[in-house]
């Protein structure tokens, strides 16, 4: 090798070494590719769950974090996310939503903007409202414990309800509430009635939503006439000053001019009004209508000023209106309509048609008899004919009525087949210009509805009805049968379809509302069904049992215990106990409030006793299903006298002088030792309590007599202070 050649392979070597050492030379690393698996894994897990968490991937270690349902997804998450193939670490900052007792939702929207406030159970619904309104949500809180399961999906109709309202407010609280506000035009009204019908079931919302404007069309028809004076009628933009029209007469013998209240945002309009009067105002005689596009002139009679004032109005007419100066008959316009009959199956045609419409062809194809259709000499420079074949088509549903469309509404008052004829007509007529005032009164021949009612009741916001109650049933009779105050709005019923199963379910289902946390029974044709979830301390097995039997083979009957307790010292009103209740030791007890004293809790004790007794199933220990109340009642005075008196209690067992007197002695003592446990289980000291059982001893009331042997079976307290002995 040459000396150069040697010169050239050592440099060859160092610029080689000199890469390998910058790491140019190494073999690609792929810990990219594992990352972007890793990445793609986890986050189709994540998908899984409502407002996945946010999630980053670094190497082999996962970060997580944000808010979640409840701590069974948090774990689950972290369990999922370490399962993965090829995690090393999984980094979980993951927080539990809080749990709301009442959900709520509140919008206003004025002329300072849109406000947002309350509850919502995915960032992303608060997100959606925030983009429907243009709203801040910063006052939207995400949490669990919705009343309803579509609760997001029932704010986001509200709102886009709002959205189309003027004015809006909406205010929810639980399961009820109210939007109230100011619609422009009758057009949107009606969307938002039509949006609000798609509120998800078990959402009562009241609604409030008024009309600016009467959809009325804006025109303008005016008269000169040399005997009658001049004549004024009609609806102007709110823009268009009244006196600008009548000072164009000295004098206007009868004035019916009204702006409307909203701007139709039609800028012809008003200057076109302006110069057609102004041609009136220097004729001697003479009619003029003015619409929208359209400028009618007849039997004008003037000289020189009149045809300056008509030149000067063709001269400024924009290209969008059309302007007719036809010489017509001396007459006042009269307004269009047609009314179709059908009596006895024979069917008749009366009004007055447009120029131009003849009287043959309408309601041909009904073979309709049209003697009684006149013609008036006035084109149709509204488009109102346009509704006429729509109406008839409308009209050949009806079985028996009639059918009025005038010039501004549509009357219906006829007997249609069922629902399905009912709504196409409504479709047909709602759609036409004169729809925006549809005065309807229909009767079905069937009403094509089956029963199919959900009733859903929740402690403390009572009872809601939605569906179709069976005709046996009207909501009155409901909140009788199950001891609740009447239920607010109408339901609707059906007319023909009773549900025999269902009264006597409610009657089996009022003895342990007072212990539902939350209840839902649905009557249908073909099944009943109950799903329930009960206050602790319930005996399950006995109020299923008696459920049951109020129900068929084919009907359904879920009940469970309470899992998610609410926080201690929550308070409620129970409105099917009528009563307030708090939640003490794991168990909702009444709300006293006294100040103990041997002579005051024994008072307190005695009212307990007497409002709810204490009863056991027939020769046994154990309480029947309603004494829990009995229980819970006795417990209150109980956790109020030892706790805040420090006096000590005597649980006393007594019978009725039925069986031998030894075997009541000791069932009355067994008695009073499962109430003693029941009390100290709601939180009074074991240490502060003893029992007895008198058996027979003590009556209350004759034993001769059913009744009086049944009030002798009974539980009582009796109470002392520390250190002396209960008489």
């Not at 001019?257 to 009136?280: F, H, I, Q």
């Amino acid at each position: 090798m040459t000396a150069k050649a040697l010169v050239e392979a050592i440099g060859a070597l160092v610029i080689f070494l000199t890469l390998a050492g910058l790491g140019l030379f190494q073999v690609p690393s792929d810990e990219p590719t594992i990352e972007a698996g890793l990445r793609a894994q986890a986050t189709a897990l994540l998908a899984e769950y409502p407002d996945p968490p946010a999630l980053t991937v670094q190497g082999r270690v996962i970060t997580v974090e944000g808010l979640v349902q409840s701590n069974a997804d948090r774990r689950a998450i972290e369990r999922a996310l370490r399962g993965i193939d090829g995690v090393e670490e999984v980094r979980a900052r993951l927080e539990v939503l809080p749990r709301v007792g009442r959900f709520t939702y509140g919008l206003r929207k004025d002329d300072k903007g849109v406000r947002l406030n309350g509850h919502v159970t995915a960032a992303t619904t608060a997100e959606a409202l925030g983009r429907i309104n243009g709203a801040p949500v910063t006052d939207l809180q995400v949490a669990r414990g919705a009343p309803i399961a579509d609760w997001d999906k029932a704010l986001l109709v509200l709102s886009e309800s709002a959205a189309l309202l003027d004015r809006a407010e909406v205010i929810v609280s639980g399961t009820s509430g109210t939007i109230r506000g100011e619609a422009l035009w009758p057009a949107e009204a009606r969307a938002v009635a039509a949006r609000l019908d798609t509120l998800p079931k078990g959402l009562s919302i009241k609604r409030e939503i008024g009309v600016r404007d009467d959809g009325a069309p804006f025109l303008l028809v005016a008269e000169r006439h040399p005997r009658r004076g001049v004549s004024l009628r009609g609806k102007l933009p709110p823009g268009l000053n009244v006196q600008v029209l009548t000072g164009a007469f000295d004098s206007v013998q009868d004035n019916a001019l009204v702006n409307g209240p909203v701007d139709p945002e039609l800028p012809d309009l008003g200057p076109v009004m302006t110069g057609a009067v102004k041609v009136l105002g220097a004729a001697e005689q003479g009619v003029a209508l003015v619409t929208p596009g359209a400028v009618v002139l007849t039997t004008l009679s003037g000289g020189a000023e009149m045809d300056k004032a008509l030149a000067a109005l063709r001269a400024a007419l924009p290209a969008s209106y059309r302007l007719d100066v036809s010489q017509l008959p001396e007459a006042p316009p009269q307004p269009f309509w047609l009314q179709l009959d059908r009596v006895n199956g024979a069917v008749s045609a009366s009004g007055v048609l447009p120029d131009g419409i003849p009287s043959e062809g309408v309601a041909k194809a009904l073979g309709a008899d049209v003697s009684r259709l006149s013609q008036s000499p006035y084109p149709d420079t509204l488009g109102w004919a346009a509704s006429i074949a729509a109406v008839e088509e409308a009209f050949a549903e009806v079985i028996e009525g009639k059918l009025l469309l005038e010039e501004a509404s549509i009357t219906l008052d006829a007997v249609l087949a069922d629902p399905d004829s009912a709504a196409r007509v409504e479709t047909l007529l709602a759609a036409l210009p004169q729809g925006a005032d549809l005065r309807s009164r229909v009767e079905l021949q069937d009403d094509g509805r089956d029963p199919d009612a959900t009733l859903i009741y929740h402690p403390e916001t009572g009872l809601s009805l939605g569906g179709v109650l069976p005709v046996d049933l009207d909501a009155a009779t409901i909140a009788g049968l199950l001891g609740l105050p009447p239920v607010g709005g109408a339901p609707q019923q059906d007319r023909d379809t009773a549900l025999p199963g269902a009264a006597p379910l409610l009657k089996a289902v009022e003895p342990w509302l007072g212990e539902a946390e939350t209840l839902t029974i649905t009557l249908a044709l073909g099944q009943l069904s109950v799903e329930a979830v009960l206050s602790p301390g319930v005996d399950l097995e006995q109020i299923e049992a008696a459920t049951r039997a109020a129900l068929g083979p084919n009907d359904s009957l879920t009940l469970s215990l309470l899992q998610d307790y609410p926080p201690a010292d929550t308070r409620r009103q129970n409105i099917a106990l009528g009563a307030e209740q708090v939640f003490l030791a794991g168990y909702w007890l009444p709300l006293l409030e006294f100040a103990p004293s041997v002579a005051e809790c024994a008072r307190q004790s005695r009212l307990a006793e007497s409002d709810e007794p204490v009863r056991f199933l027939s020769g046994e220990t154990r309480l029947d299903a309603r004494s829990i109340r009995g229980v819970n009642a006795l417990s209150a005075v109980a956790r109020v006298c030892v706790g805040q008196g420090g006096l000590t209690l005597r649980v006393e067992g007594h019978t009725d002088n039925f069986g031998a007197e030894g075997v009541n002695r000791m069932l009355s003592r067994l008695r009073a030792e499962v109430v003693a446990k029941e009390i100290a289980k709601r939180g009074v000291p074991v240490a502060a309590m003893e029992v007895l059982g008198y058996g027979p001893d003590r009556p209350v009331a004759d034993n001769a007599t059913p009744e009086g042997r049944a009030l002798n079976r009974r539980i009582s307290l009796a109470w002392s202070t520390p250190g002396q002995s209960i008489q």
